[in-house]
């Protein structure tokens, strides 16, 4: 089956620590994303990315970092500098163009 | 600054009547248009897009409806049915953006229960 993973679905940090999302997408696609979303707030763009090996910062860059070595895959580094970093996070992709992005099931960071 | 508004953070609607979900931006630069679905836990699906070149598009029991003029699209769901009590969002894309690639501007997003 084709699609997104993201994993884990639940993820806790303690403060300071740096803590890693991992996105994986089997779907051939070309462009990726990170969004996150907070209690009655719609989706922010965090990171994206056109093609392997670069990206672009989106609404809400500062505290985040990501990388993009293979196409497949799109890991989401939350570093200690993001102040408020619960949060629900979605990862998607797309094959760019206006094709619609698709989405995986999100994982929920907590900090203990 | 919200430049996708849905201002009703919720909407109840009998199951079998039609279900108006409301989207208005700001931005004039958007030009392309989508509507998610969101079930709790879970990532939003695609559901219908338009673009800016047109004013309504339709696939089975959605339609989408643009007012350019007025800024403001409509999300149609006729006949309401249990499955599509979810959390709808609308989404837009910039003229002259990467072709969708620079990401999407979302609304906070309605939800919408079917009552039996």
């Known amino acids: 089956d084709g699609g997104i993973t993201q994993s884990p679905k639940y993820l806790f940090r303690k403060e300071g620590q740096n803590v890693t999302l991992s996105c994986e997408q089997n779907?051939?696609?070309?462009?990726m994303y990170w969004y996150r979303q907070d209690p009655g707030q719609g989706l922010r763009l965090i990171y994206y990315?056109?093609?392997?090996?670069?990206?672009q910062k989106g609404d809400i860059a500062e505290g985040y970092s990501v990388s993009r070595e293979k196409k497949e895959s799109f890991p989401l580094t939350v570093t200690s500098a993001q102040k408020n970093p619960t949060a629900f996070y979605l990862c998607?992709?797309?094959?760019?163009?206006?094709?619609?992005?698709?989405f995986g099931d999100g994982t929920r960071l907590s900090i203990l | 600054d919200q430049q996708v508004k849905q201002n009703s953070p919720s909407l109840s609607v009998q199951e079998g009547r039609i279900s108006i979900l409301n989207c208005d931006y700001t931005?004039?630069?958007?030009?392309?248009f989508l509507w998610y679905k969101k079930y709790p836990a879970e990532g939003p699906t695609f559901l219908i897009s338009i673009s800016s070149i047109k004013d309504k598009n339709e696939d089975g029991r959605f339609t989408v409806f643009l007012n350019k003029s007025a800024k403001h699209l409509s999300l149609h769901i006729v006949p309401s049915q249990p499955g599509d009590s979810a959390v709808y969002f609308c989404?837009?894309?910039?003229?002259?953006?990467?072709?969708?690639?620079?990401?999407?501007?979302f609304g906070k997003g309605t939800h919408l229960i079917i009552q039996p």
């Open positions: 931005n004039s630069m958007f030009d392309y």
């Open positions: 989404a837009a894309i910039k003229r002259g953006s990467g072709g969708g690639a620079d990401g999407l501007t």
């Open positions: 998607a992709s797309s094959t760019g163009g206006r094709q619609p992005q698709h």
């Open positions: 779907l051939n696609h070309d462009a």
């Open positions: 990315s056109q093609i392997v090996n670069d990206f």
